[in-house]
């Protein structure tokens, strides 16, 4: 017996969620696949920021002395699996290429329309989902900490770039830092305060709770292996738990694993992951953390959850499925306990995720375009948690035939020539 819907969401992380959601709203019988439940994966582990103010792309450095820095990989934001760096290095000298100032312009004229979106499109789940979903997400906003004089003038110049995309900030001075949070280490003397951007205390159960509002509404949520997609003359069909699914339209929303099903299907786009790890931790005595901190210098983020103290770290460049490696952690936990007092680890072992990421960090949000009905909801690279429910809006409105609310054409997957 096969099950039909209009259309088969495949991969159920944020960006599937917020898809399936989306397509939902817009009428379309839906069904939503994973192999596990929703939320378990990378938009688990993540630092659960909605990051408002993220409009210009990490990019690779261009300045010799960090460039060498990286080569020698004993940093604590970026490091290398030596033996992965044959597979990974056209995909790097891409990325190098889109670090020129006028593309890294053309990727935040792509970013920020997505960006200037997405704390609205979670407001509105959040809303939607109830109770649950708006205990998980507190409004305080983050701060990036500065250690240096240096560092200090080149945060407030970055974020004086932000002054065009209408972000919210405010400099801060130590005081004021100690002000907001008294447990910070005095080494800090000051802050950017990026006010407009959301935290989640838990990324996955957030992205759960918009799930369980997909399926409240009716929409239906199965197990079942992407890999199988097969094209069919009327549409898409793919074997899951309950026996074959059968949809005229489907979208890939696979995250780093996108590429297991555009591959076959003939598709060439430079999709690499940036690996990264997560650690919880109590805090010593009394110490509290109300906000999320990101170190400008040191390449992590402590951010206050439900489970404890998430610290998670920079970028990994390794093959996808090699065995992690956790050794960032290990250079950014002492770090991390000078500038927060950090007791005991909680975690049996470290998580690893994997960034998916296009060269540019700029997700294809689009047609699939050798195959009618196949759509992309991939790539979304350090921003898939804020950018998954604005994601599903613009794909929705390009899959029903609304106006979208921005020129889809910057996501197109046609930028990568396949
Ligand atoms: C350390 C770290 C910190 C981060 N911090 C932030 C942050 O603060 N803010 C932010 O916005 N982003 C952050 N990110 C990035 C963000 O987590 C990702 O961009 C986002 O989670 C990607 O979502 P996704 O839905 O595309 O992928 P995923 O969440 O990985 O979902 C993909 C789904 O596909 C399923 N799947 C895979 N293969 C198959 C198959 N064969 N069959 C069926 N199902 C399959 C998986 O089970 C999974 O559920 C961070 C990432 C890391 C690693």
Not at 105 to 115: D, G, H, T, V
Not at 133 to 149: D, K, N
Not at 169 to 187: G, K
Not at 389 to 397: F, M, S, Y
Request: hydrophobic share 40%.
């Amino acid at each position: 017996m096969s099950l039909r819907a209009d259309v088969v969401v495949l991969g159920a992380g944020m960006v599937g969620v917020g898809v399936a959601l989306n397509l939902q709203k817009r009428g379309r019988d839906v069904i939503l696949l994973d192999r596990r439940d929703a939320g378990e994966e990378t938009s688990f582990g993540n630092a659960g920021l909605i990051q408002r103010e993220a409009v210009i792309p990490y990019t690779f450095p261009r300045e010799f002395g960090t460039i060498l820095s990286y080569a020698l990989n004993n940093r604590r934001d970026a490091v290398y699996h030596l033996s992965a760096l044959p597979r990974v290095a056209p995909w790097l000298y891409r990325y190098w290429r889109e670090g020129a100032p006028e593309r890294i312009e053309r990727s935040a004229q792509a970013l920020a329309p997505l960006m200037a979106e997405c704390v609205k499109e979670h407001d509105a789940l959040i809303a939607e989902a109830g109770g649950a979903a708006q205990r998980l997400v507190y409004q305080r906003g983050w701060l990036r900490c500065l250690r240096t004089e240096k560092s200090m003038r080149q945060a407030i110049d970055e974020a004086r770039v932000l002054d065009r995309y209408d972000v919210d900030y405010a400099v801060l001075s130590a005081a004021e830092v100690r002000e907001l949070e008294p447990h910070v280490s005095e080494a800090v003397i000051g802050a950017i305060h990026f006010r407009g951007s959301p935290t989640s205390a838990d990324p996955g159960a957030l992205t759960k709770a918009y799930a369980e509002l997909f399926a409240r509404k009716g929409g239906r949520f199965l197990k079942g292996d992407a890999r199988k997609l097969s094209a069919q003359r009327s549409g898409w069909s793919v074997a899951s738990e309950k026996g074959a699914v059968e949809a005229r339209e489907a979208v890939v929303a696979l995250g780093p694993w996108s590429d297991d099903v555009f591959r076959p299907l003939g598709y060439r786009i430079p999709l690499a992951v940036k690996r990264g790890y997560h650690m919880h931790y109590a805090s010593k005595g009394n110490a509290t953390l109300g906000h999320s901190l990101h170190d400008g210098e040191g390449g992590f983020a402590l951010v206050p959850m439900s489970r404890g103290i998430r610290l998670t770290t920079g970028v990994e460049f390794a093959d996808r499925d090699a065995p992690p490696s956790p050794v960032q952690l290990a250079r950014a936990e002492p770090f991390a306990r000078a500038l927060f007092p950090l007791a005991e680890r909680l975690d049996e072992k470290p998580w690893m995720g994997r960034r998916p990421c296009l060269p540019d960090m700029v997700p294809i949000i689009g047609r699939g375009g050798r195959h009618k009905g196949l759509w992309f909801a991939f790539g979304h690279a350090h921003h898939g948690f804020t950018l998954g429910p604005v994601t599903g809006r613009l794909l929705a409105e390009m899959m029903t035939g609304e106006t979208p609310f921005t020129d889809p054409s910057r996501y197109a997957a046609e930028r990568f020539r396949h």
